[in-house]
């Protein structure tokens, strides 16, 4: 169930009324009566509210309705430096003066089947997670008792036959070991069915296109592009590669005056879920550029100026985490600026 929502109005004109209209429900249908009755009164609506756990649900049933509605991401309502009161009564009056002045920026609502499709990523990108999580925590358990393994990397067939095998000392440490056993082994059952999943629907989905032209980069395979485009979508609304940087918080934060100018680190504003699979992604540039017998394959496939762009990247961005590198640059520091790079790269092939 949604908790209740909080109406107000503005009046057209800069020195129009505004209005606390009071609270309704959370469902549609009380929506709808209070729509009605503004209507009713002769006002010409123009909706707008806040992105959040509800989704684009209420865009949808009034854009059905032909009523206008916008939705934009709280992050960008501006708002005093000194508030500090918060209460949807004040963010209601807020919402529908700033909507009235032309001061906020609608966010893109996404197509049905679009939606659909960064839906079953983000679930496969959660159960990632539960299963990282439960790694962290079996291994957590091992160390406390002082079990380690001798071989070289985890997860690994070895290592999993490894841990089948032990046997720790008292029962009530086995069930909780054996616990975090099947968590691990539930979710990378889990992120298989997903992963083919989402081969399975990748045929039927119109942005099928840009997922196999930035295939042709290096590091970018068949998940890390269906992750890039479930989440970015439209690449022309980017008229300027900075402008995805800048989305995907890769941009480095600013606090100038005068004559001094500090940067710090990323924004980190924007698609996280995007951002962390381009960080993924720069990982792989640390080596000399190189075109593989699989990058090949799928090159052949694709037209030339989209494989001249992913060539283009290889060069550059193996190039820049050299340069980086040879001025003793931390190296997730230096992931994260060939990162920033790399964003434009893959703007040129969406938009390509």
């Given at each position: 169930t949604?908790?209740?929502?909080?109406?107000?109005t503005?009046?057209?004109g800069?020195?129009g009324e505004?209005r606390?209209v009071?609270?309704?429900?959370?469902?549609?249908?009380a929506l709808?009566?209070a729509?009605?009755?503004?209507?009713?009164?002769?006002?010409?609506?123009?909706v707008?509210?806040?992105?959040g756990?509800?989704?684009?649900?209420?865009w949808?049933?009034?854009?059905?309705?032909?009523?206008?509605?916008?939705v934009?991401?709280?992050?960008?309502?501006?708002?005093?430096p000194?508030e500090?009161?918060?209460?949807?009564?004040?963010?209601?009056?807020?919402?529908?003066?700033?909507?009235?002045s032309?001061?906020?920026k609608?966010v893109r609502?996404?197509?049905?089947?679009d939606?659909?499709?960064?839906?079953?990523?983000r679930?496969?990108?959660?159960?990632?997670?539960?299963?990282?999580?439960?790694?962290?925590?079996?291994?957590a358990?091992?160390?406390?008792?002082?079990i380690?393994?001798?071989?070289?990397?985890s997860?690994?067939?070895?290592?999993?036959?490894?841990?089948?095998?032990?046997?720790?000392?008292?029962p009530?440490?086995?069930?909780?070991?054996?616990e975090?056993?099947?968590s691990i082994n539930?979710?990378?059952?889990?992120?298989?069915?997903l992963?083919?999943?989402?081969r399975?629907l990748?045929?039927?989905?119109?942005?099928?296109?840009?997922?196999q032209a930035l295939?042709?980069?290096?590091?970018?395979?068949?998940?890390?592009?269906?992750?890039?485009v479930a989440?970015?979508?439209?690449?022309?609304?980017?008229?300027?590669?900075?402008q995805l940087?800048a989305?995907?918080?890769?941009?480095?934060g600013?606090?100038s005056s005068?004559?001094?100018?500090?940067?710090?680190a990323?924004?980190?504003?924007?698609?996280?879920?995007?951002?962390?699979?381009?960080v993924?992604?720069?990982?792989h540039?640390?080596?000399d550029?190189?075109v593989?017998p699989?990058?090949a394959r799928?090159?052949?496939?694709?037209?030339?100026?989209v494989?001249d762009?992913?060539?283009a990247a290889?060069?550059r961005?193996t190039?820049?985490?050299?340069r980086?590198a040879?001025?003793?640059v931390?190296?997730t520091?230096?992931?994260?600026a060939?990162?920033?790079e790399?964003?434009g790269?893959?703007?040129?092939?969406g938009?390509e």
């Amino acid at each position: 169930t949604r908790k209740a929502s909080t109406l107000a109005t503005a009046d057209e004109g800069r020195d129009g009324e505004l209005r606390h209209v009071g609270r309704i429900g959370g469902d549609l249908v009380a929506l709808d009566k209070a729509l009605r009755r503004l209507i009713a009164r002769g006002h010409r609506l123009h909706v707008v509210y806040e992105a959040g756990p509800c989704g684009f649900v209420i865009w949808r049933h009034l854009s059905a309705r032909g009523i206008s509605c916008e939705v934009v991401a709280p992050s960008s309502i501006p708002r005093a430096p000194g508030e500090r009161i918060k209460t949807d009564r004040r963010d209601a009056l807020l919402l529908a003066r700033l909507a009235r002045s032309g001061d906020l920026k609608a966010v893109r609502v996404p197509d049905v089947a679009d939606e659909a499709m960064r839906d079953l990523v983000r679930s496969r990108d959660d159960a990632v997670r539960e299963q990282r999580n439960a790694r962290f925590r079996l291994k957590a358990l091992l160390l406390r008792n002082g079990i380690g393994y001798s071989g070289r990397t985890s997860w690994t067939p070895a290592h999993v036959r490894w841990l089948a095998s032990l046997k720790l000392p008292q029962p009530a440490q086995q069930i909780g070991f054996q616990e975090y056993l099947h968590s691990i082994n539930e979710s990378t059952a889990r992120i298989a069915r997903l992963e083919q999943a989402l081969r399975d629907l990748l045929p039927a989905w119109a942005l099928t296109p840009i997922v196999q032209a930035l295939q042709a980069m290096r590091g970018v395979q068949l998940i890390a592009a269906i992750t890039i485009v479930a989440e970015l979508q439209d690449f022309l609304r980017f008229e300027h590669p900075r402008q995805l940087m800048a989305y995907l918080g890769l941009v480095p934060g600013e606090h100038s005056s005068g004559g001094k100018r500090r940067q710090h680190a990323i924004t980190k504003a924007g698609n996280s879920a995007a951002r962390r699979m381009l960080v993924e992604v720069a990982w792989h540039y640390r080596h000399d550029a190189r075109v593989s017998p699989i990058i090949a394959r799928r090159h052949d496939q694709l037209p030339k100026a989209v494989t001249d762009i992913a060539w283009a990247a290889q060069l550059r961005l193996t190039a820049k985490y050299k340069r980086l590198a040879a001025r003793r640059v931390m190296k997730t520091k230096a992931v994260v600026a060939v990162a920033r790079e790399l964003a434009g790269f893959v703007w040129a092939i969406g938009r390509e």
